[in-house]
């Protein structure tokens, strides 16, 4: 039998962006859409254009993508003709292929929050979805509290999908808006849809989490028959965030009666980015991942000591409904101190840093990796660091170059000009083959502007290393995260550092401690010393 | 119609003590057994006495509680009676009224697992079933498995519930042990295990988390005729965690069909209280509470879009699906880039300041408020920070003191005994009625370690401020969050701090620059700026 195709619809840069305390940049933007695209979504549906700077800028440099990319907007409003509605203008304006609009299908919300006839509401979207289809492009009508407004007047709540239908929609999506609709109605409700005449795959479903049932009522709703699924990457959203795509995704391809049926956008080799490109928004976020999340949790596969972790042992499927490699994920068994060390090797292995399985180093590096964690260290995002502590335990990392102390000033006050003005200064000295060097640079860029004590001592530090200099001309730091790992302003801080270099490679590098600045100067020392062993053949 | 009772079960103390991470002490389980008890739970499943000393140590001193203080086990061994099972005899020993016991009811489990026949796992059942029924406790009867294996052989499944049934169990409790059953397919096998025998009004459900559809699996059993719920409070679990109290009983309580169908344990004045159990927990844990939670979350009822907060305004039912206070929550409408002036002026009322609609402050300070987002600023998170731009815009904020100047010395080198230490010293120089104050103060803590220059700095700021010292003496810093908003070491830092005072307010302010030190500072000053507006009556 031939499977069904099924859409999947994401809103992680517009509905996303409605969480509490989002607020992307359009560089971060970008990044989540090629990272969307690459796992094999559908539709990316990128902001609203002319809504705020950051979406217009977002539009006006796009990225080239697989995907639909998709501008979101509303239905023009009532006294004005479509083409003469400066807000569906500035949404066509993007220039995208495809465009949704939400409008209303509630009676209530017609009348009380537009204050308008509901035959005016219908006329507004049959106008605004006709002129965007006039304009070549796919329209696409998100009908706002579709479940709801169903509930108080069915008839109505059709007549506003057959507008949009009627005036040329590729898809009509209902949405649940508040959230509030369980997944037995949000079935029911859309079987009445497709038997009063919109057909299913011409239907999608967008849903809310607030009663933790956003997947389960996509997935009632494609069951009824709907064909396009809206979410978002790890349910962002307003409020308790949009049905998780990180979730539906995996669900639909690998659980049944879905996965025989349908058949989506997203090969098996995307689903196994699917944990990395979880962990990517996070990163993006600066936000702790999930640890309990489904398929993509560092805690999904994780199975704590005692009746579990034996049967684990005797048979993986026993406590796990799939294989945790399938979604890029892995298994976490409680190791004893023997299966830790096997554990090690197999890593160092994979560095290229070959140890025999009775090193008495091999228990020290775990220990030191152990204590380290424990004081806030990870090495999971920062296997550079990982790899120098491994060598350097081994004896096998020279002392290229030694610091023998730092300093740096940061300093604000009023200029000749009575405006205040800051500005950080490092000095920082180290010991090459024998020879003292001191160094000092400053935190001004080249526009005049303060780039603050850590860009000071990072340009200090890598200002004359003797005969290293050549080797780290060719470096630059290309990120910089910062996550205070405790409570209160006496927290420790971790600092993670990517660098790169002329030949592309690119390396993170840890720095822990209560002291910011101190922190990032661990890190960015790291991030020299594995570049010197790199280029050394040490690494 | 008289409603149908509903019994909930929670066993936060057991399988939620599987959580990753989460070991409780006796104590913190006594604290959690009194919060489930005034909540208003049927059963509390305390743990599994003789497993390990801390379960043992709590059932020794149970509190007295409403509800069904639950012991749990496993069915006996093969090869030995229940009575001489030393593990049962364990949990017998308990003297809970109520004891549950967990058995395998999976053919394959049975056969690879136990290593016994079909036959001597269901007399296992019913013997140590009638073996508690007949010390004259509350058998319950755990169905490990249960959906494997009614898929992989239903009558076997079957029969081991009959025979915990014939027993004499109060309750079976069918298990979807390793979380991988879809909703639909567990509410159809509990209808068939009410067609095959076992009354609805002795089933029991038990759902896992694993692919987001543990509430909705619950939700599903019940509609089939299930009359148990087991969860745990805050979804806490092995793995992904177990089906999730907190949702289900608001859920159970006020959405149809549940809320016109049955009635739970739990009052509307012991509803009110959820969210403050659901931070409790959170407390114990020493977690940070989940914002996007359903019903309790913080930003579950935060309204961010423009167009749902003006509509929030007319009428709150439109983008909320029940009332906060219903549940103990609040609704929160933050400002953010796509806020209108209506949302800003609620938001403002609700701060204590009324500005009139046409007041030409209010596109200023929107303008305001979006030119410093794009930035980097977030006022979502940053209410203290919020209110004193808008009341500098109003003219209604007094210039307390002024900052002439400040510099940060952060210094690492060799001390006397060759060890890399570090130090920061901070120099603040400000001006407090027409004098000038300077302030110096370093990193170092009572106990010898440099805290940084964030910390320096804060000591030296706030240590002089002349009339105003009093004011702020009882104030310290609760909270310290960094956060890049682009990338690069060139990229820009945003601070967002937390302040607490002797009276227990808590508030929360923001800095930015690419200069993490003068972000840091600019939060502080915020800090110290809205605690003497509001000592002062200004807010």
New interface residues.
């Given amino acids: 039998m031939d499977k069904e195709r099924l859409y999947l619809y994401d809103t992680t840069l517009r509905d996303g962006q ?4 989002v ?1 992307f ?1 359009t ?1 971060e933007k970008q990044q989540i859409a090629a990272t969307l695209d690459a796992l094999g979504v559908d539709y990316i549906e990128g902001g ?1 254009p002319g ?4 979406d217009s800028a977002f539009f006006e440099a796009a990225p080239a993508t697989r995907a639909k990319m998709t501008a979101f907007g ?1 239905t023009k409003r009532a006294g004005r003709s479509a083409e003469n509605d400066d807000v569906l203008a500035a949404v066509l304006n993007a220039g995208t292929g495809s465009v949704c609009i939400v409008g209303k299908s509630h009676d209530f ?1 017609v009348e ?2 537009l204050g308008i006839s509901l035959e005016e509401n219908t006329a507004n979207i049959a106008q605004s979805i006709s002129h965007i289809v006039g304009q070549g492009r796919e329209a696409l009508f998100d009908a706002e ?1 579709f479940f709801d407004g169903y509930k108080s007047n069915p008839e109505y709540a059709v007549a506003c999908c057959l507008a949009a239908l009627e005036g040329g929609a590729r898809w009509i999506v209902l949405c649940d ?4 609709t ?3 109605e949000i079935g029911e409700i859309t079987s009445a849809v497709i038997k009063a005449g919109i057909p299913g795959d011409r239907l999608g479903i967008h849903t809310h ?5 956003a ?3 996509s ?2 709703a494609v ?1 009824a028959g709907a064909r396009q699924v809206q979410g978002t990457l790890n ?1 962002l959203g ?4 949009n049905a ?1 795509l990180t ?1 539906l995704i995996p ?1 639909l391809m690998l ?2 009666p879905f996965a025989s049926r349908f058949e989506v956008g997203v090969t098996r080799a995307a689903l196994e980015t699917l944990t990395q490109a979880s962990r990517l928004l996070d990163e993006i976020l ?1 936000r702790v991942p ?6 993509v ?8 000591a005692g009746l ?1 972790a034996s ?1 684990i042992l ?2 993986p499927s ?5 294989d945790p490699g399938v979604v890029g994920n892995a298994r ?1 068994i409680p190791m004893s101190n023997q299966a830790g060390q096997s554990n090690l090797r197999r890593r160092l292995s994979e560095a290229g840093i070959e140890v025999a399985k009775d090193d008495p180093a091999l228990p020290r590096i775990l220990e030191e990796i152990k204590a380290r964690e424990d004081r806030g260290y990870t090495y999971d995002s920062a296997q550079a660091s990982f790899e120098l502590l491994a060598r350097r335990e081994l004896g096998q990392l020279p002392q290229f170059f030694e ?12 200029n000749k000009y009575d405006r205040m003005v ?1 500005l ?1 200064e490092a000095v920082v000295v180290v010991k090459v083959d024998g020879e003292k060097k001191l160094s000092v640079s400053e ?1 001004m ?1 080249e526009a005049g ?7 000071a001592l ?1 340009k200090a530090l890598a200002k004359d290393l003797g005969r290293y200099q050549g080797a780290i001309d060719d470096m630059r ?8 790992t405790q ?5 420790v ?1 971790r600092v993670i550092i990517d660098s790169e270099d002329g030949q592309g490679r690119r390396w993170s590098t840890v720095g822990v ?6 922190a990032s ?1 661990e890190a960015l020392l790291d991030a020299i010393m594995w570049k010197l062993a790199r280029d050394g053949g040490q690494i």
Avoid at 177 to 180: A, C, F, I, R, V
Avoid at 209 to 213: P, R, S
């Fill in positions: 409605q969480t509490q305390g607020q940049s560089a609203w809504a705020n700077p950051t509303m919300h009380t929050a509290h808006t508040n959230g509030g369980l997944p037995q989490n607030d009663t933790e049932n997947v389960a009522g997935l009632a069951e349910g307003e409020r308790c965030g998780n979730t669900t659980k049944e600066n999930v640890k309990q999340a489904a398929y949790g560092a805690s999904a596969f994780a199975h704590k579990h049967a005797k048979d026993t406590y796990e409904h799939i976490i610091v023998k102390r730092y300093k740096v000033t940061v300093e604000r006050r009023k800051s950080s935190s860029d502007n303060d780039r603050g004590p850590v860009n990072a730091l290309v990120d910089f995260k910062v996550r205070i409570g209160g302003t006496e927290a801080t401690s209560a002291n910011i600045v101190d100067f």
